[in-house]
């Protein structure tokens, strides 16, 4: 997993791409817990580069958006496309995180 993260209209970006699995989702949880530690209050995943997600990948999501919850920021999602969407179908993960259909889409909605 490479990720890039980028500060935008007080919001940060958080670009993945590859494989997010149990081996490499700790850098993710170490990135969305230090966002949120330094005030960030607008967090956004795009995920449109991920071609794969296990349930640990989905754990650390679920962990950012209760944390973001709590910290009264906003967590959410973009580019949820082909496997992974199924896997938040099948989950039903959909009811519970925002999720939009392209970065710009979702930043206009901060």
Known sequence: MNDLVAKTNDATVITLQGELDVNNVEDLKTVIESELSDGTGKILIDLNKVTYMDSAALGV???GLKRARLSNAQFKLANVKGNVENIFKLTRLTKFFEIYNSVD?????F
């Open 105 to 109: 889409s979702a930043m206009e909605s």
């Open 61 to 63: 999501l679920v962990a």
